[in-house]
């Protein structure tokens, strides 16, 4: 059984950090692209940045120049850093492992964990 494991969220005031991190020790890790979403009330997922397999990375608008993606294959583990965070970056955040070697993806989900920014 594969597992993403997701830490880091929390409450912090607008303008501040955060790191999350996404372990995911059963993964052929280095196969995988690497996702973070997140999904605020009422509000459709978004997917917010992306790592490929090759270190390839991609933003939503809405972080670029805020948030950073990286990778450390050899320890299984992606992570999102988020500075300047605003208000509305308030969500669940979710890690997703992406392989699409042929024609049945392999796609994982973590449980999510929750960033709130608040004054």
């Known amino acids: 059984q594969v597992r993403l494991l997701e830490s880091g969220g929390g409450l912090v005031q607008p303008g501040g950090s955060l790191r999350l991190s996404c372990a995911a020790p059963?993964?052929?890790?280095?196969?995988?692209?690497m996702n973070w979403y997140r999904q605020a009330p009422g509000k459709q997922r978004e997917l917010v940045a992306t790592?490929?397999?090759?270190?390839?990375?991609i933003y939503a608008d809405s972080v670029k120049g805020r948030f950073t993606i990286s990778r450390v294959n050899n320890k299984n583990t992606a992570y999102l850093q988020m500075d300047t965070l605003k208000l509305e970056d308030t969500a669940v955040y979710l890690c997703?492992?992406?392989?699409?070697?042929?024609?049945?993806?392999?796609?994982?989900w973590g449980q999510g964990t929750q960033v709130t920014v608040s004054s």
């Open positions: 790592i490929t397999s090759t270190g390839t990375t």
């Open positions: 059963e993964l052929r890790f280095s196969l995988f692209d």
């Open positions: 997703n492992a992406n392989w699409e070697p042929g024609i049945s993806p392999y796609n994982y």
